[in-house]
T-cell receptor, first 110, second 112 residues
Framework: QKEVEQNSGPLSVPEGAIASLNCTYS??????FFWYRQYSGKSPELIMF????GDKEDGRFTAQLNKASQYVSLLIRDSQPSDSATYLC??????????FGKGNQVVVIP | DVKVTQSSRYLVKRTGEKVFLECVQD?????MFWYRQDPGLGLRLIYF???????EKGDIPEGYSVSREKKERFSLILESASTNQTSMYLC???????????FGPGTRLLVL
C-alpha cells in the first residue's frame, strides 16, 4: 500500500526560528510532491510543489526532495505566528490521485 | 484564481436521511475528488472522477455514491446518513493526474 508518513509530533518553534518538517513515502515511482498548509477549521491550501531532486525556494519556504532516500522536507525560515498551522505532505504516485500524510502541527511561539 | 465552491459550510442531518453535498469548480479541471477529514485519521479519499460520468472508488467508498453529470460539478451522496459519517467533507479539483489539487472550503456535516 502506498503510504506517506509524517511522523513528528507537534513542532513548537520560537518566532524567527527555522521550522523543519519531514515526510517519507513508500512508492519509489512517485513523481510529484506537494506541501499544503491547513489552518484550524479551514481547508488545505497549497504552499509549494516540487518535481525534481534538490531544493526549491519560494519566499520563506524551501522544499527539499531526495528521491533516492524517498523523503521530502519543508523548511520555514523566519517563522511567524501566522505560520502556526498543520502542514500536509502529499505525493503523486501517478494513478490519478495523491496520497496525503496525516500532517504535522506547527506552533510558532511569539 | 481557481475557485472550488461547496454547497454548504455546515449541515445537520438525521440518521437515515439522504444527504447531497455539491461541489463546483470554475477552472475546467478534468479531475475532481471527495475526501473526508477526521482528527487523527487525516484526509481519506472517498471517490474521485477523471471525466464526466466517470468515477472511481477511493479508500473508503462504503456508504457513499457520487455523480458527475457536468464537468464542473461533482456531487457526493450519502444514501442513508449514519452517525459515523459525521465529519468534515472536502472537495478538490485538479487539471491533471499529477498536478496540484485545489480544495473547496469544506462542509462540516453532523449526523444526529
Amino acid at each position: 500500500q502506498k503510504e506517506v508518513e509524517q511522523n513528528s509530533g507537534p513542532l513548537s518553534v520560537p518566532e524567527g526560528a527555522i521550522a523543519s518538517l519531514n515526510c517519507t513515502y513508500s512508492d519509489r515511482g512517485s513523481q510529484s510532491f506537494f506541501w499544503y498548509r491547513q489552518y484550524s477549521g479551514k481547508s488545505p491550501e497549497l504552499i509549494m510543489f516540487i518535481y525534481s531532486n534538490g531544493d526549491k525556494e519560494d519566499g520563506r519556504f524551501t522544499a527539499q526532495l531526495n528521491k533516492a532516500s524517498q523523503y521530502v522536507s519543508l523548511l520555514i525560515r523566519d517563522s511567524q505566528p501566522s505560520d502556526s498551522a498543520t502542514y500536509l505532505c502529499a505525493v503523486g504516485p501517478g494513478n490519478n490521485r495523491l496520497a496525503f500524510g496525516k500532517g504535522n502541527q506547527v506552533v510558532v511561539i511569539p | 484564481d481557481v475557485k472550488v465552491t461547496q454547497s454548504s459550510r455546515y449541515l445537520v442531518k438525521r440518521t437515515g436521511e439522504k444527504v447531497f453535498l455539491e461541489c463546483v469548480q470554475d477552472m475546467d479541471h478534468e479531475n475532481m475528488f471527495w475526501y473526508r477529514q477526521d482528527p487523527g485519521l487525516g484526509l481519506r479519499l472517498i471517490y474521485f472522477s477523471y471525466d464526466v460520468k466517470m468515477k472511481e472508488k477511493g479508500d473508503i467508498p462504503e456508504g457513499y455514491s457520487v455523480s458527475r453529470e457536468k464537468k464542473e460539478r461533482f456531487s457526493l451522496i450519502l444514501e442513508s446518513a449514519s452517525t459515523n459519517q459525521t465529519s468534515m467533507y472536502l472537495c478538490a479539483s485538479s487539471p491533471g493526474t499529477m498536478e496540484t489539487q485545489y480544495f473547496g472550503p469544506g462542509t462540516r456535516l453532523l449526523v444526529l
